[in-house]
């Protein structure tokens, strides 16, 4: 048996209180989704007949970052206030689409 699970192609963003309420197991399904939702788009973009991982613009990476919680808030608002530029621009044929997934995660 297979079990397939994608995310909503749309930005969904959850309210804080609806954020409050899910238990930890809800938070592993929804996680777990969105992984296999980076895996699929990753695999599908290397079954290409031509992949160039640089000039495509492919990156992936992951950085410890040492931030107080006033730095953490800023560095959410700034990354927020970059993208927002870019949210609503619609397809065209001067456009490829890109996926921008992001994970922050408390470290010990």
């Known amino acids: 048996m297979e079990k397939f699970y994608s995310l909503q192609e749309q930005n969904t963003e959850l309210l804080p209180e609806e954020l ?3 238990t930890g197991a809800d938070h ?6 969105f992984v296999v939702s980076l ?11 031509e992949i160039d991982i640089v000039k495509d613009g ?5 950085i410890a970052l040492h931030l107080s919680d006033e730095e953490l808030a800023e560095l959410t608002q700034s990354l927020n206030q970059v993208l927002v530029k870019f949210l609503h621009q619609k397809p065209s044929k ?15």
């Open 28 to 33: 592993q399904r929804h996680f777990t989704a």
């Open 58 to 62: 492919v990156g992936y990476r992951q």
């Open 39 to 49: 895996l699929t788009e990753f695999e599908a973009y290397l079954q290409r007949d």
């Open 20 to 22: 409050a309420a899910l």
């Open 94 to 108: 001067q456009r490829k689409r890109f996926l921008l997934s992001s994970i922050l995660i408390p470290g010990d």
